[in-house]
């Protein structure tokens, strides 16, 4: 099993893009857990985490523009990016848990690259 990320691609700057992140099997119930980017040549970044129920926490370069969300019936997990800028150029990957098994998961990313 493995989580797919999509909905990466080519935006202008001021521009939105909706990641969405699903397990491959649709029976592997995720339990989602964060979102981060890998810039070329930057180390791994937080974009946003879960900390507790009904509580995420945004990277300080996201805050207010970006909202993680998910879908339960889905079983889907979301990254809603708005009012994009060229240094959001980014792989973004991706975390969820999985109670059965006992692990997190990561997805193997999504390009997004912002435009001028």
């Known amino acids: 099993v493995q989580l797919v990320e999509s909905g990466g691609g080519l935006v202008q700057a001021g521009g939105s893009l909706r990641l969405s992140c699903a397990p491959s099997?649709?029976?592997?119930?995720?339990?989602?857990m964060g979102w981060y980017r890998q810039a070329p040549g930057k180390q791994r970044e937080l974009v946003a985490a879960?900390?507790?129920?009904?509580?995420?926490t945004y990277g300080e370069s996201v805050k207010g523009r970006f909202t993680m969300s998910r879908d339960n019936a889905k079983n889907t997990m979301y990254l809603q990016m708005n009012s994009l800028k060229l240094e959001d150029t980014a792989v973004y990957y991706c975390?969820?848990?999985?109670?059965?098994?006992?692990?997190?998961?990561w997805g193997k990313g999504t390009l997004v690259t912002v435009s001028s």
């Open positions: 099997e649709r029976t592997f119930t995720i339990n989602p």
């Open positions: 975390n969820a848990y999985n109670l059965t098994y006992g692990k997190p998961y």
């Open positions: 879960v900390i507790s129920d009904g509580v995420t």
